[in-house]
């Protein structure tokens, strides 16, 4: 059974860089069947997905993020990272880890997250 | 505002169904796949539907997917009250080339 945990640092100063650690256990991050996401849920609001990175490297993030955000996978390692640079107190937020199978048996995008991380509070403060 | 648009909050007695809409657009529900979570407080997220009407293993039958055209419905039947949380459809856009959530739903079992 895969498992997710997100790990990094729950407090960030504003204009520095978060950065984060997804490690999978029981399953290789090599699969070619799935990605890698990471989403997010600011206080008291719904998810946001921040990006997906394949084992090979392909990465796709939300528009709205996409100039201070990078995704990396390290398949030795078996975990995935991600790093947002300068934040802002707008940042604050739970930081879930997900897999995200890439296709349902054939057909169009599918992606359904499962499983996802227990989540990590990231607070944005000086 | 989310491009996938949820009512927030549904109310329903025990034992009652209740749906559960999201609707969207042509580059993502309308020829992409959707997904629907269940988040109980204080947890994270966990997938209830795939695929429009897929159910994984675990998850009762109480829980249905359906989609028409742009839209998506979450079916729940025989309500309990350990079925309040919040409720997510999700689905890939082709346009903009990201995974979008819709703003969730409260279910409040009454």
């Known amino acids: 059974q895969v498992q997710l945990q997100e790990s990094g640092p729950g407090l960030v100063k504003p204009s520095q860089t978060l950065a984060l650690t997804c490690t999978v256990s029981?399953?290789?991050?090599?699969?070619?069947?799935?990605?890698w996401t990471w989403i997010r849920q600011l206080p008291g609001k719904g998810l946001e997905w921040i990006g997906l990175?394949?084992?090979?490297?392909?990465?796709n993030y939300n528009p709205s993020l996409r100039s201070r955000v990078t995704m990396s996978l390290d398949a030795s390692e078996n975990h995935f990272s991600l790093r947002l640079t300068s934040v802002t107190a707008a940042d604050t937020a739970i930081y879930f880890c997900?897999?995200?199978?890439?296709?349902?048996?054939?057909?169009?995008?599918?992606?359904?997250?499962?499983?996802w991380g227990q989540g990590t509070l990231v607070t944005v403060s000086s | 505002q989310s491009v996938l648009t949820q009512p927030p909050s549904v109310p329903a007695a025990p034992g009652q169904k209740v749906t559960i809409s999201c609707s969207g657009g042509?580059?993502?529900?309308?020829?992409?796949?959707v997904s629907w979570y269940q988040q109980l407080p204080g947890a994270a997220p966990k997938l209830l539907i795939y695929?429009?009407?897929e159910r994984p293993s675990g998850i009762p039958d109480r829980f249905s997917g359906s989609k028409s055209g742009t839209s998506a419905t979450l079916g729940i039947t025989g309500l309990q009250t350990g079925d309040e949380a919040d409720y997510y459809c999700?689905?890939?856009?082709?346009?903009?080339?990201?995974?979008?959530f819709g703003g969730g739903t409260r279910l409040t079992v009454l």
């Open positions: 997900a897999r995200a199978e890439s296709f349902c048996g054939g057909g169009p995008p599918c992606l359904p997250h499962d499983p």
């Open positions: 029981g399953g290789s991050i090599s699969s070619g069947d799935y990605y």
């Open positions: 695929a429009d009407n």
């Open positions: 999700g689905a890939w856009d082709s346009s903009l080339t990201a995974f979008l």
């Open positions: 042509p580059f993502n529900i309308g020829n992409n796949y």
């Open positions: 990175i394949s084992y090979r490297g392909r990465t």
